[in-house]
């Protein structure tokens, strides 16, 4: 599989279930660039979106839950960004599975930007505050969502 995103230590927020969790999200737009670049068929395409689209709304019920339980000053704001780019994901869904909208370069180009922007600008400002709050960098062994998912 080719790597469209590739991971690197700029991606990484310093706490090691948060970066496993946003290494599945880099796989799974960097599996849906592999299916259009080899020409795989629209179904194979729209079955990683919805699998990105569900793995998203599991993330970001992670993030926020950890967010309210450490009393994150930022919780509001940065839910408010995950919903909005939840239902910029769930509407081009809807768009693909109605065929008002192809899979394309282009919307790959936008997950990839808005993948990097997300973690880079926004997750790196909870993700210091967990840490001075407590939070263990490390995992002691692979978390449940990442053995179910894979990373």
Known sequence: MSEFITWSDELSVGIEEIDEQHKVLVNLINRMHDAIDK???????????????????????????????????????????????????????????????????ELLHFLKSWLSKHIMEEDTQYSAFFLATGAKPKLKKKSWMTRLWGS
Not at 51 to 68: G, Q
Not at 75 to 92: A, C, P, R, T
């Open 39 to 105: 020409h795989h068929g629209s179904d194979t395409v729209k079955e990683i979106l919805v699998e990105l689209a569900d793995y998203t709304k599991i993330h970001f019920a992670v993030e926020e839950s950890l967010m309210r339980i450490l009393d994150f000053p930022g919780y509001d704001e940065h839910k408010e960004i995950h919903d909005e780019l939840l239902d910029n994901v769930v509407m081009l869904h809807e768009k693909v599975a109605s065929g008002k909208t192809a899979i394309s370069f």
